[in-house]
Structure formats: structure tokens, C-alpha cells
């Protein structure tokens, strides 16, 4: 870390140098008078701090491999001539070594000395200077003087008639940090991170001798550079080089709080460094299980949002969506909302009203509005935005494996030989992963990449794909049974798993199935667009390279065969034998921070917490008797279901927590209509976002900085979210459900997020040993975690599966509804940017919109020359749901006849595009395919016109200014 504070508040982490050895085998030796036994393979370094004995560093940190370039941390070894460095020597056994001599102690001043006489003091004392690395070794090493001045050629800037040529001034264009060369030591440790844990390999080294500098790019600035600001170069410096703007601003930190960041499915640990109650910056905690102490762009720079003015942090309701909001008491709020559901009900029964989860709150919080919705509405009209991103993923994997999760942590990658990313895009839309699976590959893992663009990941720094096949979008079925069908004809399957582990007659069907001249890469092919050659080359790699991991993301899953899809790939897995050990596995990369809890919690309409039908009477029975309810055995509605009706005049009211549909769910004009004829919509958020278009009553939500509460990410890990700050709005989002309980009748009295964890327990086998305090103890547990794994379960399915026999399931190809003509001749797909996250609602309130200010539309050249289109130019986009303009961008990225666009910002509204076609099992929408046609435009649409002009109309506040969005 580049900060060693003394400030006994603040949460310590050890840094021990360098990287642990994984040798089994080890080593006694002797480090000042103290015995040590480390593995084999360990440094002296490391092996000192085992044993009690800090050793000072400047090049070396445990984050990174050992550079010795510094010589500070010398010692000696009885036995051997000279100095070594304990970063670069590793331990032997028997050795005897010193490091604290008189020597030791000279060769360091004079080496510190040396530093100081080109290491200008901080421009901001109270805020850098002393608090680094760099002043915590001079004092360490007793540096009292310098005979050597401080007119080093590299700080001392020009002026007074002298000409300095080797001062650079200090780069402050990127957002988040400064960057200032003059206090630059050359340790490399900043480019060595680039390099080694983010795997951009944006920074280097220019020049020689005191021209030394470390440098962005060829000498740009960073923000024009490659660098992703990621913060790992900012986390590894150690001096002021490289320093965060807010701790510049503000001062160094007095406090911090562990807790899980609130963007991706990742779900990284980070450490709030406070002070007072404001945050100053979060720094990724190194025991944080899911990323290790490395972090990205969101994570680590984009929480500005909680204190942004656009916030909403009062109560307000209005009769009609026409009218100005009015502000009122928390009290009159629920009391509002209370009066109008049980009038609702009353006149047009109990199924007239229903909610939606966040996928953005806590797993305490999703339930409780869950149990509102099934114990104080008396329905199952509950759903989320889980089901429009993972549902297939949910249905898929519980069919095939008996659970409906991912079968794998994310250390595992370490131990993959192959890896197959389908449908996702994890350089933008999990980061922090695609660094760990780059840092694998850049060690010799093999790649293979099937998605219609050519992502990065298809070819980076370091990093290329062995095989990337840009199937035509809607064909994952074909492309992926092709791949079976190769490993089944050419006998590259794991018969003995097969026989041990699945269902062999169900796998003999399926394999007949496969097989057949249809399934073959030459006749797929013809409906997917990848050469024949290339899906017989994946399919061997997969199948003989080793360990083989499939990582997968929305680009399979938002189909009308996303199910089929998810199936097709446990087959897979299965055909190979690559389940139930690390480094391999079927892995969905979960798109927002907690769907994999949204999902467990109990946020369909067909089951309970715990993926347990509600049609099963015993699971009824549990909470019958808890909550003192009779519940509806049948299943709710989903939210098509639920605007359907509401368009038919029998569904009148809804809570909508954390989630803007308007902008997240497709065909963006039937939502508008569904909310428009409901007579109570209750949006619960942290800003007027689209949905609050139509609502009638907005209450303020809290950040994830505001409250306590667990997160279950990607890989069924349940982190702790710690509460830093209190709520600006006066109450964390599961008080604001509890109270609204209250006010329409229901008992409940949880005075902590905790005690909504334990009645999850009791309550969810899955769940049942997990606790706030197992929590606090372990750090994180990733479910099932009960009686049979007290401390969770890192890997699924070792040794069987949890159904009993692995389920083979015929994946017969079918085209999608959605097709392209003469009127619509191209396919568009949809996905994310790294700087923005989901509709944009938090990170457009931050920094991050310097990276991506506007949605653009990638084109083919060739599809954009037939067009009469040009780079930039503003073109219209249309399908047969709708249309709207943005600007083009011209790329090879995609293959001609594809385009595609992200849906960051809500004046692109890029659903008012998508239609209703939807998956057969699960319902989750087709984002991914849809026809349209592109054209040049000079001007928005009239829908946008209109919805400018209505959304301008919605967000009057009596008595204030307009509300930004």
C-alpha cells in the first residue's frame, strides 16, 4: 500500500514484501536470532516478516513480483560476500541472516540519502508529505541529514531566468489522480502493476540515468493514454507521484471500514477510508477474497454519486404524474403509500399491486421486500432485474447440476489450462476478473472467445485469443451444440466421468443427438457465419488442453434460447469432465453486484427464498408458520405480466426498489404505457430516474456506503456491507421497507440487518449457517453453507452432482422470431462500457463520463459506407419496436451486417429499440438480437423530443428548481 499511516483507527494490512510461495515443501532458517520455517521458494523478505522482523522496502510490495532495484532492503548472510537483497534472494535452509548492522545501517542512509537529494517534499504537506512509504523509510533507516542539497534536475521547475530541461510538469488530467514526475523515485512498482496485476501494460520507463521517468503511453498524458484507471499503479507508488486528487483535497484519512463495493457481480472488498463522514477514497483490500486488493475504474474512483446534488433526500408524492413533486415527512410518505395500496386492493383485488427488488440492495433488503409483497400484499407479484439479465442462468444450471448458480470461485482461474468466455465481455463488465484471467493467460493458458465483436480480450497486451468465433447474434445454440458434437464424433470425451457422474443412458440419447449431420461445423456454419474449421479447433482445444473453464455473460443468456443455451454449455462441461474441481467449471459472470442474491432471496414470483417452488407445501409451511400468513401456492406475475395487465386495467399499483425499468427493460414505450395506467407507482431510489417519470410517490434511498447488509456475488460469495456513513436521507433502505410493512398492518421489529440474516437462515438451507458473525470471522462464504460445509463451499459438485446424476438435455437450435428483411436488414446487440455501469444513474454522476459521455453505435465500415454514414456522424436507428438517433462510431470491432450499442444514458434510451421477444423458460428478454435499419439523421426522433419534454415535466419539486435526472 502507498500509504502507512500511524493512526491506530485506520484498518492495518501487513505488507510482506513479496508473494507467497505455494511450495508445500519448507525451509528453517534464522533471521536475527529468530528461527522461521516458511515454504520452499519464499524470500528473505517475506520469510523476515514471518518471523516479526520489517525489513525497509521501496520497490517491493506483496502485490508484486520481487524487482530488487531499490537496494534498501539489504542484509547479510553469514557465509557469503555482500549485500544481498531480500526481495531477490530467496531463503535456503540452515542460513543465518542479519538485518539490522552497522553496515546495514550505513549502505541504507547513504541509498535514502541519495533518493532525498532529487525527492522534493509534498506540494501539500498536511495532505501527502509524511504519510508515504518514501518518509516512513527515512525515518526508518535514520536519515538525519543530507550532504547532497535538495537541487535535484528533476523537481526543480524553471523560472528566475534558469532552464531546467529534465522538469516535467505535473499531469492532472485524469480525474481521479495526479501524477507528478518530480517525485518519482523510478522504483517501476507502478509500471510493474499495470503490467502485472491489471495486465494493460499502459505505463513504462523512458529514458536513462536522472532522465528516468516513468511515463504513460508514448509520453501522453494519462487520461489520452491506454490507462484504464484502474488505481493500481496510484495503490502500488510509494511516494506522492502517484496520489489520489482526494486525498490531496481533503487530507488524509482518520478512519477506515472493510466493505463490498456496490458496481459488478465481482464483488470486491474495499477498504472506505474516512474522515470524519466523508469519504476520502477506497482502497481494494488485499484479503478481499473475490479481487485480492486489486480493483477498477467504478470501484475505486466512481462513488461520487453519494453526495451528488442530483440526489433525492427527502419524501415526495404527487396525485398525478403531471404534477409537480411535494415534499413531505417519512410518515405521511408510508401513510400515503398504505392508504393507497389497501385502496387499490380493495377495489380491484389483491392482485392489483406487486414490487420489484433491487439487484442493487442487500440480500436483506430484497427479502424483506419480498416478504412485503408475499406476506402484507398477499400475492407472489414479485420479480427483479435478475430475471432480465440471469434467469436462463438460474433455469439452465438447476436442470442440469441441481443447483442454479456458478459451480466456481474466481481463484480458481488460476488453475485453468482453457478458458472459454461466451457472451461476455469481462475487460468492461467485470475488470477486476479479467485481470486474474489475463494475468493466467499471459502464463500460458489457452483462449477461445465466441461473441459477434472481437472484444479486447480477443487480443490485448500480452493476450490473444487461440480461437475467436464471431458467430452471427441469435445462433449460440448451433455454434455451441457444433462444439459438442465435434467432441462427441471424434471421441474426445471423459467417458469414465460420464459413466461416474451423469445419467449414461440420458447422455447416450443426447450424444445420438449431437451427433447427427445437422449439429456438424460445416451446417452450422451456414447459420452462424464461424468457419467450420474454426469450431472443430475450439472444440479440440476445449477438450484436450486440461483443466477447461467456461466463463459466460449476458450475450447468452438475453436470447429467446438463453436457457437452451445455458444447457447446452453444462453439456459441455459435463461431455469433458470439466466440473467439480479448480480450474474448471460453468461460470455466468453476474452483471450488477447482488443478482446472485436477488435471485436467492426469493425474487420471482414462482419461488421462495432459496429457488424452492411455491407450490411445495412444505417449503410453504415454513414461512406460513413464521410470518402467521396463508400464502398463494400459485405462482405472481412477472413485470411484463404485471404492465400487461396494468395496461388492461387489473393491476393499479406497485413498489419499485432500486430498479429504473423504464430504461433497463426492453421495448421502453409498453413500459411507459404499463406505468402510465397504474394509479400508484412508488419508486424507492437514489435519484428521480426514468420509472419516477411515472411515479406518484418517491422515496430516498440510501448508498451502499449508508447501511449495513451482505452482497452474494458471481460466485455465491456473501460479503459484508458495512455501513461508513449515516444514511443522508435518514434511513437505510431495509428500514424504509420495514416501516412501509408497519404502516399496512405488519408486525415486524428487526433493529439490524443481522436479524433479517438469521431468520434467512433459519429459514433457507443454503443459508443456514451463514451469520453476521461466521461473517466477520471468515470475511466472506460462498453457499450452499450449512451443516454438510460449515464454512461454505468454494467449488460445486465435487465428487457428484447436487441433483444426484449430471442431467444431459437435448439443445435443438431454433431460430429466433426476431429476423432480419429487406425493411431491417441488420441485427442489432447491446452491451457495456468499462467507465459506466448498468443505466448509468450512478456512474454518470461521477467522473467516469469523461470516458463515455453518450451511447454510440458501432457500424462496420462497409455497412456505414453503403449508408452514406461517416465516423460521428448522427444516424438514425430503428426496428420494428421503435426508433431513436446517437451518433455512429465506425469499427471493424463489429462484423458487417452487426451493430452495437450500449445503454448507459437515458437520452439514447437504446430499449425504446428492443421488442418482447423473450426466452421460452424464463422470460428474460432478447436484448441481444434485434432487426433494424440505420440511416443518416439530423436530429433526435419525436420521441425522444416528447420524452425530453415529459421528463423536464416530471421532475418540477415545489418550492426548488428542477430536479436534474
Known amino acids: 500500500m502507498n500509504a502507512l499511516f500511524d493512526i491506530k483507527s485506520l484498518v492495518e494490512e501487513v505488507d ?11 525451509v528453517t532458517l534464522t533471521i536475527d536470532d529468530r528461527t522461521v520455517t516458511v515454504p520452499e521458494g519464499t524470500s528473505i523478505m517475506r520469510a523476515a516478516m514471518d518471523a516479526g522482523v520489517e525489513i525497509p522496502k521501496l520497490c517491493a510490495t506483496d502485490m508484486l513480483d520481487a524487482f530488487g532495484s531499490c537496494r534498501v532492503c539489504l542484509v547479510e548472510i553469514e557465509g557469503r560476500g555482500g549485500l544481498p537483497a531480500s526481495c531477490t534472494t530467496p531463503v535456503a535452509e540452515g542460513i543465518v541472516v542479519k538485518t539490522q548492522t552497522e553496515r546495514l545501517d550505513q549502505v541504507r542512509r547513504g541509498v535514502m540519502e541519495l533518493y532525498i537529494s532529487d525527492h522534493p517534499k509534498g506540494w501539500n504537506p498536511d495532505a501527502g508529505f509524511e504519510g508515504t512509504e518514501f518518509d516512513t523509510v527515512a525515518k526508518a533507516v535514520g536519515l538525519t541529514e543530507n550532504r547532497y542539497g535538495i537541487g535535484g534536475r528533476n523537481h526543480v521547475a524553471p523560472g528566475n531566468g534558469s532552464l531546467n530541461i529534465d522538469y516535467i510538469a505535473r499531469d492532472d488530467s485524469n480525474p481521479y489522480f495526479s501524477y507528478d514526475p ?119 474512483f466512481a462513488w461520487g454519486y453519494a453526495s451528488h446534488k442530483d440526489r433525492i433526500l427527502n419524501p415526495m408524492i404527487r396525485e398525478k404524474i403531471s404534477d409537480p413533486w411535494r415534499e413531505v415527512s417519512w410518515d405521511e410518505a408510508f401513510r400515503h403509500v398504505a392508504g393507497e395500496f389497501r385502496r387499490i386492493q380493495y377495489q380491484y383485488g389483491r392482485g392489483a399491486i406487486g414490487g420489484i427488488t433491487s439487484s442493487r440492495c442487500t440480500n436483506e433488503e430484497t427479502y424483506l421486500v419480498q416478504k412485503l409483497i408475499r406476506q402484507g400484499f398477499g400475492n407472489n407479484n414479485v420479480d427483479t432485474c435478475a430475471r432480465v439479465c440471469h434467469s436462463p442462468t438460474g433455469y439452465g444450471l438447476k436442470t442440469t447440476f441441481g443447483t442454479s448458480a456458478g459451480t466456481q470461485d474466481f481463484d480458481s482461474v488460476e488453475e485453468t489450462d482453457v478458458a472459454v468466455i461466451i457472451g461476455a465481455n469481462p475487460t468492461d463488465g467485470h475488470p477486476v476478473f479479467a485481470s486474474r484471467l489475463k494475468k493466467r493467460l499471459r502464463q500460458g493458458a489457452k483462449l477461445i472467445v465466441i461473441d ?15 480461437y475467436h468465433l464471431p458467430l452471427k447474434p441469435g445462433t449460440n445454440v448451433a455454434v455451441v451444440t457444433s462444439l459438442a458434437h465435434v467432441i462427441v464424433t471424434e471421441g474426445l470425451h471423459d467417458e469414465k466421468f460420464i459413466r461416474e457422474r451423469c445419467d449414461w443412458s440420458e447422455f447416450e440419447d443426447w450424444a445420438a443427438f449431437v451427433a447427427e449431420p445437422q449439429h456438424s461445423p460445416e451446417a452450422v456454419e451456414k447459420v452462424s457465419g464461424v468457419p467450420a474449421e474454426l469450431i472443430r479447433g475450439a472444440a479440440r482445444l476445449y477438450a484436450t488442453g486440461g483443466n477447461g473453464a467456461i466463463y459466460y455473460g449476458l450475450g447468452v443468456t438475453e436470447h429467446s434460447q438463453g436457457s437452451t443455451t445455458v444447457m447446452a454449455i453444462a453439456n459441455l462441461a459435463m461431455l469433458t469432465g470439466n466440473i467439480g474441481r479448480p480450474g474448471v467449471g460453468v461460470n455466468p459472470l453476474r452483471g450488477q453486484n447482488n443478482v446472485q442474491g436477488a435471485c ?39 413485470i411484463p405480466n404485471m404492465l400487461d395487465a396494468a395496461i388492461d386495467g387489473s393491476f393499479k399499483g406497485i413498489y419499485v426498489q432500486g430498479e429504473d425499468i423504464l430504461q433497463s427493460d426492453p421495448n421502453t414505450s409498453h413500459v411507459a404505457a404499463g406505468l402510465e395506467a397504474m394509479e400508484c407507482v412508488v419508486v424507492h431510489d437514489l435519484f428521480l430516474n426514468e420509472t419516477a417519470n411515472y411515479a406518484h410517490v418517491f422515496l430516498p434511498g440510501s448508498t451502499f456506503l449508508e447501511k449495513d447488509g451482505t452482497f452474494t456475488n458471481a460466485e455465491r460469495r456473501i460479503n459484508l456491507v458495512r455501513k461508513v456513513m449515516a444514511p443522508k436521507n435518514g434511513l437505510a433502505d431495509w428500514e424504509v421497507t420495514q416501516k412501509l410493512a408497519r404502516a399496512m398492518g405488519m408486525d415486524w ?52 452432482f447436487v441433483r444426484g446424476k449430471g442431467k444431459f438435455i437435448r439443445t435443438e437450435y431454433v431460430a429466433t422470431d426476431e429476423k432480419t428483411g429487406p425493411r431491417f436488414p441488420l441485427l442489432l446487440t447491446t452491451g457495456r462500457i468499462l467507465s459506466q455501469y448498468n443505466v448509468g444513474a450512478q456512474t454518470r454522476r461521477t467522473d467516469n463520463v469523461v470516458w463515455h459521455q453518450e451511447d454510440r453505435l458501432e457500424i462496420h465500415p462497409f455497412d456505414a459506407e453503403n449508408r452514406g454514414i461517416r465516423d460521428g456522424d448522427w444516424v438514425r436507428l430503428q426496428s420494428r419496436a421503435g426508433e431513436t438517433t446517437l451518433r455512429a462510431l465506425i469499427t471493424e470491432r463489429v462484423a458487417p451486417g452487426v451493430v452495437y450499442t450500449t445503454f448507459h444514458h437515458p437520452d439514447t434510451q437504446a430499449n425504446v429499440i428492443t421488442t418482447d421477444f423473450s426466452d421460452w423458460a424464463t422470460n428474460c428478454p432478447e436484448y441481444k438480437v434485434t432487426a433494424v435499419q440505420v440511416g443518416p439523421s439530423n436530429g433526435p426522433t419525436d420521441w425522444q423530443e416528447e420524452y425530453e419534454a415529459l421528463s423536464r415535466r416530471s421532475r418540477r419539486i415545489e418550492g426548488k428548481l428542477e430536479a436534474a435526472e
Open 452 to 466: 459477434p465483436r472481437r472484444t479486447d480480450i480477443v487480443r490485448s497486451a500480452h493476450v490473444e485469443a487461440q
Open 749 to 800: 421489529s428487526y433493529s439490524h440487518p443481522s436479524e433479517v440474516m438469521d431468520e434467512i437462515a433459519r429459514t433457507t438451507p443454503s443459508f443456514a449457517s451463514v451469520s453476521y458473525d461466521l461473517l466477520e470471522r471468515e470475511g466472506s462464504v460462498q453457499w450452499p453453507c450449512n451443516e454438510k460445509a460449515p464454512l461454505g463451499t468454494p467449488v460445486m459438485h465435487i465428487g457428484g
Open 16 to 26: 510482506y514484501g513479496t508473494p507467497a510461495s505455494k511450495s508445500e515443501k519448507t
Open 182 to 300: 518530480s517525485q518519482c523515485i523510478v522504483c517501476s512498482r507502478c509500471v510493474r502493476a499495470c503490467e502485472e496485476v491489471q495486465g494493460t501494460f499502459a505505463l513504462t520507463i523512458t529514458g536513462r540515468g536522472f532522465e528516468s521517468r516513468v511515463s504513460a503511453g508514448m509520453s501522453e498524458n494519462f487520461i489520452e493514454s491506454e490507462c484504464v484507471s484502474c488505481g493500481a499503479c496510484v495503490q502500488a507508488c510509494p511516494t506522492d507521484a502517484l496520489r489520489e486528487k482526494s486525498v490531496l483535497e481533503m487530507g488524509r484519512p482518520t478512519s477506515s471500514v472493510v466493505t463490498t463495493c456496490a458496481y459488478c457481480g465481482v464483488g470486491c472488498s474495499f477498504k472506505a477510508e474516512m474522515r470524519g463522514e466523508e469519504v476520502v477514497r477506497m482502497v481494494p483490500y488485499k484479503d478481499g477474497k473475490a479481487n485480492r486488493g486489486h480493483s477498477c475504474v467504478k470501484g475505486r
Open 600 to 638: 436467492d432471496m426469493g425474487s420471482f414470483p414462482h419461488e421462495l427464498p432459496g429457488y424452492r417452488h411455491m407450490s411445495d407445501d412444505a417449503t410453504r409451511d415454513i414461512y406460513e408458520s413464521l410470518w402467521g400468513v396463508k400464502l398463494d401456492p400459485e405462482p405472481g406475475l412477472r
